[in-house]
């Protein structure tokens, strides 16, 4: 197979001409890759010097649907025949009618529902806090440990996976509190899934028998599966008991689809695999499978009490809209799900065998194509690797691979749900190689 193609070094002469003026005028952020993108098609990347790589990072569980999808590319092209803005926050319009019944028809949510369309995740989030808020009059939001929520100062306040996230950002959001989550492969009571009585839950609710009163609190919002914070699946009494938490004191539940949606992992919502019904649900990234979206779902009567009590100007352009549709009628026509949890299973065997030789994988877990896997210095001990995962990542690049990083030090898998099979396959053979090369230092 002549995919990947690595034809000059990493970066090449052109990336590293374009990368050092591109560092004096774009603000610092999460850059960290030495390659300069020119054309993105399906599975694979072409950077400027013509090498070409398999991508496992799907734009951060973006390209759901395939980079530059030919459904989704004919849905923009044919909405640029009659309007780009509408003021859809302002005004009425056909796509938003449309995007939003369609969104509604998938959304598992109870009962009569409405969205709100943003422009991002985070501005998802700061929707919901905003309903939550003002239907409940409650001040304060329960998030949990190494949650991502977004950016912003309300998002950020929930956001507990990295403190460079935070530092110097305070004072944030007063009144939320974190708790921890089921990450089963680091419990701090020494538990098995198996064995556990979510005894990480008991933190919380001994808070809210002791110093936070229930009646104060508006909502939880969690993910279904931790992105940002390592991809770290829950076992299902976990959203079982949050669940009846969340119940027994009428307190919201906001469940954070960002990263997970879109059949990314077997199922359209990842929340499915737990049976739980939120009453909010926050979605962006593969929305649109790349272009500016996000939407708040939540139940009808959580609705803003009267006009202009939240607004946009962009969100729910009509481009983006009309993308979405294009995304969803792909995913449902072509099972995406269904072939999203088949290939899961199969790069999960493939990784846990090569656990079994490899001296630094700690753990491997995960929905359909949203899996972790995360490196330690011993198996035993569980000592975070960062310093490996990192070396991994760039071996892995300079072979023809995208990889992203997640958690503390734990690598994600998440490419296109449309990736061919071979090149997935290719794909791991390099990861494969590149942890060997790590390993012998």
Not at 364 to 389: A, P, S
Request: with cysteine; net charge positive; glycine share 6%.
């Amino acid at each position: 197979m002549e995919i990947p193609k690595i034809i000059s070094e990493i970066p090449g002469p052109k990336s590293r001409e374009i990368l050092k003026e591109a560092k004096e005028l774009l603000a610092t952020t999460t850059r960290e890759y030495s390659i300069v993108i020119e054309k993105a098609e399906n599975e694979l990347i072409y950077d400027v010097d013509g090498n070409i790589f398999i991508d496992f990072a799907a734009g951060i569980a973006v390209a759901n649907v395939g980079h530059r999808n030919p459904e989704v590319i004919k849905a923009i092209k044919n909405q640029l025949d009659f309007f780009i803005h509408s003021a859809p926050h302002d005004f009425y319009d056909i796509v938003q009618y449309k995007a939003a019944k369609k969104l509604l028809s998938i959304v598992p949510i109870n009962g009569a529902k409405k969205v709100f369309f943003g422009n991002s995740g985070t501005e998802a989030v700061e929707a919901s806090l905003k309903i939550a808020r003002r239907y409940t009059r409650r001040p304060v939001f329960v998030s949990f440990i190494r949650a991502f929520h977004g950016r912003t100062f309300g998002s950020l306040s929930l956001t507990a996976s990295k403190t460079v996230h935070r530092k110097n950002y305070f004072p944030l959001l007063p009144n939320t509190y974190h708790f921890p989550y089921a990450y089963c492969y680091r419990c701090p009571f020494g538990k098995r899934p198996e064995d556990c009585n979510v005894e990480c839950l008991w933190f919380l609710e001994e808070a809210l028998d002791t110093f936070l009163p229930p009646d104060d609190v508006a909502a939880i919002i969690v993910e279904p599966i931790q992105g940002e914070g390592g991809y770290i699946v829950p076992p299902k009494k976990f959203f079982e008991r949050l669940w009846k938490i969340a119940r027994t004191y009428n307190i919201l539940l906001i469940v954070d689809e960002v990263q997970t949606g879109f059949a990314r992992t077997g199922k359209m919502f990842a929340i499915e695999h737990f049976g739980v019904n939120p009453d909010i649900m926050t979605m962006a990234k593969a929305i649109a499978n790349g272009l500016p979206l996000g939407a708040t779902t939540y139940r009808a009567e959580l609705d803003f009490p009267e006009p202009g009590a939240h607004s946009s100007t962009f969100g729910g352009n009509a481009l983006s809209l009309a993308a979405m549709i294009a995304v969803i009628d792909y995913i449902l026509r072509n099972n995406l799900a269904k072939r999203a949890e088949k290939l899961g299973r199969k790069t999960i065997k493939f990784l846990k065998d090569l656990q079994e030789e490899s001296k630094t994988i700690g753990d491997i877990r995960g929905l359909g194509l949203m899996i972790g896997v995360e490196f330690v210095r011993n198996k035993e001990t569980k000592e975070y690797n960062v310093k490996i995962r990192d070396k991994i990542v760039k071996i892995s690049l300079k072979k023809g691979l995208i990889l992203l990083p997640a958690g503390k030090s734990a690598i994600r898998i998440a490419p296109p749900l449309t990736i061919r099979e071979e090149f997935l396959e290719k794909g791991l053979e390099i990861f494969a190689e590149s942890i060997k090369i790590a390993e012998k230092g």
